[in-house]
């Protein structure tokens, strides 16, 4: 199995930014990708970013798209999200998630095997 732990969200003015972590332990081994997703109240959980673990290729949802970026510390197990110029609309509970098996679409939140409790970002005035 494989554990995963986020941290990092708060309360940010809009256009600032925050810097969520998410710590992996267990199997880590058998991690292929990463992602972040992200559900508001009311609504569907998104895919907001993702991560193929071992050659670092990057994927993102078109609304974060040169705001957000994916990175992460193979050695460590760590994977990062940092979110710039924050928008109301990115106020959500973001969960990062881990994929243990090859060719899964990596923004189906279904193709993920791993979740973490989730962190709560608000982006407000």
């Known amino acids: 199995q494989v554990q995963l732990v986020e941290s990092g969200g708060g309360l940010v003015q809009p256009g600032g930014s925050l810097r969520l972590s998410c710590a992996a332990s267990?199997?880590?081994?058998?991690?292929?990708?990463m992602g972040w997703f992200r559900q508001a109240p009311g609504q569907e959980r998104e895919f907001v970013a993702a991560?193929?673990?071992?050659?670092?290729?990057?994927y993102y949802a078109e609304s974060v798209k040169g705001r957000f970026t994916i990175s992460r510390d193979y050695a460590k197990n760590i994977m990062y999200l940092q979110m710039n110029s924050l928008k109301p609309e990115d106020t959500a509970v973001y969960y990062c998630?881990?994929?243990?098996?090859?060719?899964?679409?990596?923004?189906?939140?279904?193709?993920?095997?791993?979740w973490g409790q989730g962190t709560q970002v608000t982006v407000s005035s």
């Open positions: 267990g199997r880590t081994f058998s991690i292929y990708v």
């Open positions: 991560i193929r673990w071992k050659s670092e290729s990057t």
């Open positions: 998630a881990a994929d243990i098996n090859v060719g899964r679409n990596v923004d189906r939140s279904s193709d993920y095997d791993y």
